[in-house]
């Protein structure tokens, strides 16, 4: 029961430096998110991809880029890291519901990403 | 404009006092969900509660309570007889049924003084 998993839990970079968060989760879900959480600003959606082949842009996307490797697997790449970069980030997945209400179901996440950039 | 608006940022009360959060939420669609997630201080976000925007019966869960009220946009959650264990960072997120993604509020920090 793993649900979605992120690595690395704790990450130190320098400014420029550049690294990749992963995020895999085991439920089958379509749906897989990014998010970063700064004191404050609450979770705020960086990119979302809502099947595999798809990623799409959220609130903050500036310095960021993803992949969706597979159905289980959604990446989060930084190439230049700078200190605004300096979060908490998570990786979540949901289920869409079909049907007349559509929407979407719950979101699940992962256990969180720190990240500190020099 | 912010899609849901938790105003208290921070609520302090002492242990078996009552507290309700707030949460107003904005949106343009006829179906929607409405969530609140806790994040106690060990940092993972655990789901509480899912409401479709049909379904505007209040719900118990043990201390648990939600009053959602379509007339005025707010979710609220109301924690009786609040614990220790409560203390976290409560938040509420909206998701519209047009599109995939979920819109946090900037969460409300609760510490249950003992």
């Known amino acids: 029961n793993a649900g979605v998993t992120q690595t690395p839990k704790f990450q130190v970079l320098k400014t420029g430096q550049s690294m990749t968060l992963q995020c895999a989760q085991d439920m089958n879900h379509n749906s897989m998110y990014w998010y970063r959480q700064d004191p404050g600003m609450g979770l705020r959606l960086i990119y979302y991809s809502a099947s595999e082949g798809t990623t799409d842009k959220g609130e903050v996307p500036n310095g960021y880029n993803v992949s969706r490797l597979n159905k289980r697997e959604f990446s989060l790449r930084l190439e230049s890291a700078a200190p605004s970069q300096t979060s908490v980030y998570f990786c979540a997945s949901s289920e869409l519901i079909s049907g007349v209400l559509g929407g979407a179901n719950v979101l699940t996440f992962g256990a969180g990403s720190r990240l500190t950039v020099l | 404009a912010q899609k849901v608006t938790q105003a208290q940022t921070e609520i302090s009360v002492v242990e078996k006092e009552d507290v309700t959060l707030d949460c107003v939420y904005e949106t343009r669609d006829t179906t929607y969900y409405l969530f609140w997630y806790k994040q106690p201080p060990s940092g993972e976000l655990v789901f509480l509660i899912r409401?479709?925007?049909?379904?505007?019966q209040n719900e118990i869960s043990g201390r648990y309570s939600w009053n959602f009220q379509k007339s005025t946009s707010s979710f609220n959650f109301t924690i009786t007889a609040s614990q220790v264990v409560d203390s976290a960072v409560y938040f509420c997120a909206l998701s519209e049924a047009a599109g995939n993604q979920f819109y946090f509020g900037t969460g409300t920090s609760l510490t249950v003084i003992p």
């Open positions: 409401r479709n925007s049909f379904d505007e």
